[in-house]
């Protein structure tokens, strides 16, 4: 165990530095490769190269500065490769379309939060952080803000959540829809946070607010839905709930009854399409039931041996859910999964909130990543998700106990 306590203080600082610079860059590469790809103009996929420069970056730094805990990530890290090399190979002898190195690719999607983790318990335990960490993040938020509004207004096609004409909603520069929810969730629950639990009472809890809706998912709304019942139950007496909720609804509707009605209709119309083509289970799954009879059945009853069951084997280009508890179990089998959310469950548990916003973010957090999926495998969702354990952690060591009751 490395004991140089001044040399891990300024190694943890500098991985902090890393890990925001990293941020930047792979927003903006994200970004630049959602353009390309809209346009067809050819290799998109920049943001991959910064995502495996980081990897390795915090692999050697959880080597260097390994402890007990570290060790124990390493070596399910080290599993779980072997799991899915031995996985490929069983898929292989009845698939042999199998495109091995897009699976290695996904593999290190798979890993960066377990790799990420080995740096998050080193910079959550400094006793002041770097302003790098929680500028980058507004800047990014700000100027991701910023794009939506003007994509929205001048209805500018590589800004849109969605890349066909049919659906409303703008995302800015994040590349996937499923991507954009989660960044947004969790945007929304960091200003949330540190508004009604910490006191801190920032411009842009109003603008994340706004722009969510201009994103348009699904799994955002749900996600607002959750949150509007959770703060009103938790802080507003039964006999006003009524009147505010009447009120604040009128109010809402008559300030934004342009993007409210455009949103509605157009999600109602698509609603509406898919049941007349495929069915109401298929319109309210989003075509999810569809996966599991032409992806997930034919894998693991066709092409699956025995091992597969306990160590995974998918070809994510050929047997993908896009929903997130699934496709971690295809791809690491029962005990891979097991093991791949007991790591996790332990980076989860850095989140420094209160226990009842905790246990309701961490329910809809995985409600939602098993409908929506592209959470575990997601780089940029995934140092979001970094981002605001840091974030929250540093000012809860830092505010008085006052700020930690609801304003």
């Known amino acids: 165990m490395y004991k140089g306590k001044l040399t891990r203080k300024t190694l943890s600082l500098f991985a902090a530095y890393v890990l925001a610079i990293g941020f930047l860059l792979f927003y903006f590469s994200d970004g630049l490769g959602k353009i390309i790809e809209r346009n067809d103009l050819g290799f998109h996929r920049y943001s991959a190269i910064f995502k495996g420069l980081m990897e390795i970056f915090f692999l050697l730094y959880g080597c260097f ?12 890290m080290l599993t779980l490769f072997s799991c899915f090399l031995v996985g490929q190979y069983f898929l292989s002898i009845n698939y042999p379309e199998l495109n091995f190195f897009e699976n290695f690719n996904t593999l290190f999607k798979y890993f960066l939060p377990l790799i990420l983790y080995l740096a998050v318990t080193d910079i959550v335990k400094l006793n002041k952080r770097p302003n790098i960490i929680p500028n980058s993040y507004r800047l990014i938020i700000g100027i991701n803000s910023i794009l939506i509004i003007v994509g929205f207004i001048f209805s500018i096609e590589f800004l849109s959540t969605y890349s ?17 929810s989660f960044i947004f969730i969790i945007a929304i629950s960091l200003f949330y946070y540190r508004r009604f639990y910490q006191g801190i009472k920032e411009f842009l809890f109003w603008v ?39 009120t604040f609804g009128i109010l809402g509707y008559l300030l934004f009854s342009t993007i409210i009605n455009k949103i509605v209709l157009n999600s109602l119309n698509v609603f509406l399409n898919v049941y007349r083509k495929d069915g109401l289970i298929t319109a309210l799954l989003s075509g999810r039931n569809i996966y599991f009879e032409k992806k997930i059945f034919p894998l693991i009853f066709e092409y699956w041996q025995l091992p597969n069951l306990l160590i995974g084997g998918q070809d994510v280009t050929a047997f993908y859910s896009e929903m997130g508890f699934i496709d971690v179990f295809l791809f690491f089998g029962i005990i891979g999964t097991i093991l791949y959310l007991y790591v996790f469950y332990k ?36 140092i979001h998700f970094v981002f605001l354990i840091i974030m929250v952690n540093s000012y809860t060591k830092n505010i008085s106990k006052k700020h930690n009751c609801y304003a």
């Open 208 to 246: 994340v607010l706004l722009t969510s809706l201009i994103v348009a998912t699904k799994a955002v709304y749900l996600y607002l839905i959750l949150l509007l019942l959770f703060h009103l139950f938790k802080n507003v007496p039964l006999k006003k709930l009524v009147t505010y909720f009447v």
């Open 164 to 180: 066909g004409p049919w659906r409303f909603g703008y995302d800015g520069l994040v590349f996937a829809q499923n991507e954009a």
């Open 65 to 76: 500065l390994f402890t007990k805990q570290k060790i124990s990530v390493l070596i399910i």
């Open 347 to 382: 980076l989860f548990m850095l989140l420094n909130f209160q226990k009842d916003f905790k246990i309701f973010f961490g329910v809809c957090l995985s409600l939602i990543i098993a409908t929506a999926g592209h959470f575990f495998e997601s780089g940029i969702a995934t």
